[in-house]
């Protein structure tokens, strides 16, 4: 496809412009100063047409284009192009790549010289903002012709698909800050461990502030001084992983929505729990129904993200209480089942009798989220009716829900209830007492 540059463009303005000139100021010189006119205007589309011809008959560009396949949500990242020209003469020329719709470019369009001698490339940045998997479309092109009257664009198609994973950046950062005692910068607290239904790990000397039942008098008789034993949590245990992708899930607190938000602490939670030596697997409820047994390899993180990089969520209720007895008909061996869910006053049936049937084998760790709206409402000052009665309703609202989590709190059911921006570390602070209590 031929189109026309800004240098024919103007000049063909400006013959136009001469002639309404002179047909409007000189009258009487018109018809003598016409042909010359006309002469200079057939040289000029002899000229477009000798350019559009000797551009038309120009072997046309290739590209390549490299990206990674895995993208984290969020992140920008590099991705380059190499275009190659097989032209006998260089070529000045603009680029512009079709990235997914889910992305933003940062760095195109972008002008280009184009030489037989060595390709071009170009890099840019892209910024996914939607998980899933998305396809590039081609690279467009527009070269400017031999004579600079036209500029031929060319639609190169370059196949590149991409899959948008949540932000596994994050998650890799954490990995080591969750083994800390304490970490300013994650949040991540691992409480002290109290000695008991933990694993041995090994003797050392007696220090100030352990406990007498640490104490190995055996090891202490033998050697002279006092030796104590020192534990580390248990490993080998299991974390079960239900992502609740039900339509109350798609509320949003800020740019991410409550899923997005619930998935983070997933990820979070599978890494933190792979770290420490337990099997992690995956129950999805609330339109997808997405199962993956406990396993603790190294692929087990990579597993759980190709299950639920591509999940959003649904318009559906989600149905608790069916997915507990899924979960009991395939896990026999006890778990600790974490629940990550946005807590509504109508859920109250629902999840506690999966919370109950749960509970006759796993324990049970709720973790919803709170929408920060709420508090705003609450703690707003009241300066009308109108401000009195929302103020009034949101204080009903959150009475029911906090009577709900009592019910669950009564039947033995672990609760956490927290703004979405501290889900993830929330969540993994009340696992590692978990363990630190020995309660699996």
């Not at 024919?8 to 001469?18: C, H, I």
């Not at 939607?130 to 500029?151: M, Y």
């Not at 069916?322 to 006053?345: E, S, Y």
Request: glycine share 6%.
């Amino acid at each position: 496809m031929l189109l026309p540059s800004r240098t024919l463009l103007l000049s063909v303005a400006a013959l136009a412009a001469a002639a309404l000139a002179a047909a409007a100021l000189a009258p009487t010189l018109w018809p003598w100063l016409l042909p010359a006119w006309l002469i200079v205007a057939a040289g000029l589309a002899v000229l477009a047409a000798v350019d559009a011809a000797l551009s038309w008959w120009e072997h046309a560009p290739s590209a390549a284009r490299r990206v990674e396949h895995a993208l984290p949500l969020g992140e920008s990242s590099p991705v380059t192009l190499t275009i190659g020209w097989h032209g006998k003469r260089p070529r000045s020329a603009s680029v512009c790549d079709h990235a997914p719709a889910a992305c933003d470019m940062h760095g195109m369009p972008v002008a280009i010289q184009l030489s037989a001698s060595r390709a071009a490339v170009v890099t840019y940045r892209l910024h996914p903002k939607a998980r899933g998997e998305h396809h590039f479309g081609p690279v467009a092109l527009r070269v400017r012709s031999p004579l600079g009257l036209w500029q031929r664009q060319h639609r190169i198609d370059v196949a590149n698909r991409v899959r948008v994973y949540p932000n596994f950046t994050v998650y890799s950062r954490h990995a080591l800050l969750a083994a800390d005692a304490r970490s300013a910068a994650s949040g991540v607290l691992k409480r002290r461990r109290r000695g008991q239904g933990l694993d041995f790990e090994q003797l050392r000397e007696y220090r100030e502030g352990d406990s007498p039942r640490q104490v190995d008098w055996r090891a202490t008789s033998r050697l002279g001084k006092l030796i104590s034993r020192e534990y580390q949590d248990e490993r080998d245990q299991r974390i079960i992983l239900m992502l609740d992708a039900g339509r109350r899930m798609g509320a949003r607190d800020g740019s991410l929505s409550h899923f997005d938000h619930a998935l983070d602490a997933l990820l979070l939670l599978a890494q933190v729990g792979l770290r420490h030596g337990d099997a992690v697997g995956l129950h999805t409820l609330g339109g997808h129904s997405r199962m993956l047994a406990p396993h603790k390899s190294r692929s087990t993180l990579t597993r759980i993200l190709d299950a639920v990089y591509d999940l959003e969520p649904t318009l559906e209720a989600s149905d608790f209480e069916k997915a507990a007895q899924q979960l009991l008909a395939r896990d026999k061996k006890r778990a600790l089942v974490v629940i990550l869910t946005n807590l509504r006053d109508e859920d109250d049936d629902n999840l506690l009798a999966a919370a109950r049937l749960l509970g006759s084998r796993h324990l049970v760790l709720v973790a919803s989220l709170r929408e920060r709206a709420l508090d705003a409402i609450v703690d707003m000052p009241v300066g009308d009716l109108d401000s009195a009665a929302l103020h009034g309703a949101a204080h009903d609202y959150r009475s029911r829900r906090e009577a709900c989590f009592r019910r669950l709190r009564q039947a033995g059911v672990l609760c956490l209830d927290t703004t979405p921006e501290s889900l993830a570390i929330t969540t993994v602070n009340r696992y590692l007492a978990v363990k630190a209590e020995g309660r699996l």
